[in-house]
């Protein structure tokens, strides 16, 4: 099996070492096409306004000045010339990708682009409970991952669909659960404000609280109660229970 290994954390990220580790769990025949540097937070963006620059920093491995969705498009596209994947690994992410987390995620985004062109994807996701630099575990994602990727390639996703895989921060998970995507409430999203050295305001974001739902059955609850997360994505955005009623709407 061929598998091209992306991320948006950079080629040199702590959390791309252990994708190729678990990886090699799977197959010997391995590509490595990743951004340069850290793209999170860079969407399903794609770079048109300036050239891009490719490194090759050893066999069947490239550093790419560009975005996540660069990197997958030119290792499809050019790099592995023509030797197409038979599955596409993004991560692990240094941090989860939940609820509308996917719409902003460079790692969710890699897996977007190889599922539009036809191969199946898989964005990989770990939650710390330490984000200082140097003390990030992959603990979690490094035990389960490639048992779960096994099983979940055994199976038939469905033409468009991508896998969102968060793991808990835990060694050892409790279990893993399918779920569906959840969302944050967003009218308590907290906004803080600081002053820099200099006397000028800047900003950070925070999140809002989390929308529990029945059953307990979304990303968030997962992996916040020690699961791993097992979510499937669709590309067709559309919303056909709405469909009727705006025909309806426009006939009249």
Same mark, same amino acid.
């Given at each position: 099996?061929?598998?091209?290994?992306?991320?948006?954390?950079?080629?040199?990220?702590?959390?791309?070492?252990?994708?190729?580790?678990?990886?090699?769990?799977?197959?010997?025949?391995?590509w490595f096409v990743?951004? /340069? %540097?850290?793209?999170? #937070?860079?969407?399903?963006?794609?770079?048109?306004? !300036? @050239?891009?620059?490719? !490194?090759?920093?050893?066999?069947?491995r490239f550093a790419? /000045?560009?975005?996540?969705?660069?990197?997958?498009?030119?290792?499809?596209?050019?790099?592995?010339?023509?030797?197409? @994947?038979?599955? =596409?690994?993004?991560?692990?992410?240094?941090?989860?990708?939940? /609820?509308?987390?996917?719409?902003?995620?460079?790692?969710?985004?890699?897996?977007?682009?190889?599922?539009?062109?036809?191969?199946?994807? =898989?964005?990989?996701?770990?939650?710390?409970?330490?984000?200082?630099? #140097?003390?990030?575990?992959?603990?979690?994602?490094?035990?389960?991952?490639a048992d779960i990727? &096994?099983?979940?390639?055994?199976?038939?996703?469905?033409?468009?669909?991508?896998?969102? =895989?968060?793991?808990?921060?835990?060694?050892?998970?409790?279990?893993?659960?399918?779920?569906?995507?959840?969302?944050?409430?967003?009218?308590?999203?907290? =906004?803080? /404000?600081?002053?820099?050295?200099?006397?000028?305001?800047?900003?950070?974001?925070?999140?809002? &609280?989390?929308?529990?739902?029945?059953?307990?059955?979304?990303?968030?609850?997962?992996? !916040?109660? #020690?699961?791993?997360?097992?979510?499937?994505?669709?590309?067709?955005?559309?919303?056909? %229970?709405?469909?009727?009623?705006?025909?309806?709407?426009? %006939?009249?």
């Open positions: 099996m061929r598998i091209l290994l992306t991320n948006d954390d950079g080629i040199n990220a702590p959390g791309f070492a252990a994708l190729e580790r678990i990886a090699r769990q799977l197959s010997d025949d391995l990743a951004p /340069a %540097e850290e793209q999170s #937070g860079a969407g399903h963006s794609l770079t048109l306004t !300036r @050239p891009l620059r490719v !490194r090759e920093l050893g066999p069947r790419v /000045a560009g975005t996540p969705t660069d990197a997958v498009m030119m290792a499809l596209g050019h790099l592995m010339n023509g030797e197409r @994947p038979d599955l =596409i690994l993004s991560g692990v992410n240094r941090g989860p990708n939940l /609820a509308e987390d996917v719409t902003y995620s460079g790692t969710v985004s890699a897996a977007m682009e190889g599922t539009l062109a036809g191969v199946r994807s =898989i964005a990989l996701s770990q939650a710390m409970a330490d984000y200082t630099h #140097g003390a990030e575990s992959f603990a979690a994602a490094e035990a389960c991952a990727i &096994r099983k979940v390639t055994a199976s038939d996703w469905g033409e468009g669909v991508l896998l969102n =895989i968060n793991f808990p921060a835990r060694a050892v998970p409790l279990g893993v659960r399918v779920t569906r995507q959840g969302f944050r409430d967003y009218g308590h999203i907290r =906004i803080d /404000a600081r002053i820099d050295p200099r006397g000028f305001p800047y900003y950070w974001f925070g999140y809002g &609280r989390e929308v529990e739902t029945p059953g307990h059955r979304t990303d968030l609850e997962a992996v !916040r109660e #020690g699961y791993v997360s097992v979510t499937p994505l669709h590309l067709d955005l559309t919303h056909r %229970e709405t469909m009727g009623t705006l025909i309806k709407a426009l %006939e009249a």
